[in-house]
């Protein structure tokens, strides 16, 4: 059976940071590209950031561009997100999962706030 399994969420104030996980079993991580979506409240999904199988290749939405970071490490079956310089409009439910949505994890959420 897969499991996505997101952990790391969390309040934060703004201008703080936080390093999600995202622990994956079931499948063979390694060769999949890999992403993060979040969704806010009221809102629709948006995708965060995008990695490569290798962890060579990125991708980020302009909304975070310069504050988050996407990597992974396949002999871990672990894809990260850290997020830096956190703002209120970055509070979501976090959703890891595989490019092509085959499979998802069961979020985390983030909520900033002061």
């Known amino acids: 059976e897969v499991y996505l399994v997101e952990s790391g969420g969390g309040l934060v104030q703004p201008g703080g940071s936080l390093r999600l996980s995202c622990v994956a079993s079931g499948f063979n991580f390694r060769i999949y590209n890999m992403q993060w979506v979040r969704q806010a409240p009221g809102k629709g999904a948006e995708r965060v950031s995008t990695?490569?199988?290798?962890?060579?290749?990125?991708d980020y939405a302009d909304s975070v561009k310069g504050r988050f970071t996407i990597s992974r490490d396949n002999a871990k079956n672990t894809l990260y997100l850290q997020m830096n310089n956190l703002k209120h409009e970055d509070t979501a439910v976090y959703y890891c999962?595989?490019?092509?949505?085959?499979?998802w994890g069961q979020g985390t959420q983030v909520t900033v706030s002061s």
């Open positions: 999962a595989s490019v092509g949505s085959t499979y």
């Open positions: 990695i490569d199988s290798d962890g060579i290749t990125t």
